[in-house]
């Protein structure tokens, strides 16, 4: 299974290895969530993730998903603002405005506990997130908010 999906090098995979069906079902719900056609573009679900990360201090799938949301949105300079933001402080600063409501959106669903409001969902919607979308948002922070707290139990990553 490792082999069939390509992460015979990954701790973080050896780890879900463990139990082969979690693993495949695992890769099949991330394979639906963010390759599924409709609703949300695929670089707004990277940046999801990657908001999400980033607020869980997860700094491997953070780096990962921002430099995909970056490839696939051919903006770099919006993702690079997002990296370079300190905890703290607002993640959404200076992104344009459907960035800033999907990003405030991912964030605000990712602390503990969860403060999403109703405001978050009306500026979605502004911003021209039909119900799809608002659904593939919720589902690629929340996914990544998973992935992350087990990411994070295997210590640090380590750079070859």
């Known amino acids: 299974i490792l082999a069939k999906f390509g992460h015979t090098d990954s701790d973080y995979f050896r780890l879900l ?3 082969l069906p979690v693993l495949e079902q695992r890769t099949l719900t991330d394979k639906g969530i963010f390759y ?13 993730a ?14 990962v998903h921002a430099r995909k949301a970056s490839q696939l949105s051919k903006d770099n300079a ?36 969860p ?3 109703p405001g978050h ?11 799809l979308a608002q659904l593939d948002l ?13 990411m994070l139990t295997l210590g640090e990553p380590s750079l070859p």
């Open 138 to 150: 919720v589902q690629s922070a929340a996914f990544f908010a998973w992935a992350n707290r087990l």
């Open 17 to 19: 290895g463990r139990n």
């Open 50 to 63: 990657a908001v999400t990360s980033k607020i869980n201090g997860c700094i491997y799938c953070a780096s």
């Open 115 to 117: 403060a999403v409001t």
């Open 78 to 113: 919006a993702v690079e603002r997002l990296l370079a933001v300190e905890p703290g402080q607002s993640l959404s600063s200076g992104q344009s405005p459907r960035w800033q409501a999907g990003i405030d959106f991912a964030a605000a669903l990712s602390v503990t506990p």
């Open 121 to 131: 969902l009306a500026e979605l919607e502004r911003q021209g997130l039909d119900t």
């Open 36 to 48: 599924t056609s409709g609703g949300l573009s695929r670089a707004e679900r990277e940046l999801a």
